[in-house]
Nanobody, 123 residues
């Protein structure tokens, strides 16, 4: 499985961005998908995850009500809609995938990673 993340950029506080992550292969519907982020000098942290069916989602507390994760299996793509962005959301955002588990929130649970896309929120 190869993942390709895109959609990052520079946005003012309060603005929105939509990140995309496309996956190779025919087994996308069997993958649990997640988004993580890493700010300079900090560890990579969980942001959101979505189940194989797309019915269940899970978010870290700091993004609840502002971010929305979704997937379109026909497009082999998972999205992260980010609204009401704050300067503290500035980070490199990574998509991740695993065939195992359910709603995984730790980096070690994921087997495949995209290359990351930079999100910068100015105040």
């Amino acid at each position: 499985v190869q993942l390709q993340a895109s959609g990052g950029g520079l946005v003012q506080a309060g603005g929105s961005l939509r990140l995309s992550c496309s996956a190779s292969g025919r087994t996308f519907s069997n993958l649990v998908m997640g988004w993580f982020r890493q700010a300079p000098g900090k560890e990579r942290e969980f942001v959101a995850a979505i189940s194989r069916s797309g019915v269940r989602t899970y978010y870290t507390d700091s993004v609840k009500g502002r971010f929305r994760i979704s997937r379109v299996d026909a497009e082999n793509t998972v999205y992260l809609q980010m609204n009401s962005l704050k300067p503290e959301d500035t980070a490199v955002y990574y998509c991740a995938a695993t065939f195992f588990g359910q709603m995984e929130v730790v980096t070690t649970a994921y087997d495949y990673w995209g290359q990351g896309t930079q999100v910068t929120v100015s105040s």
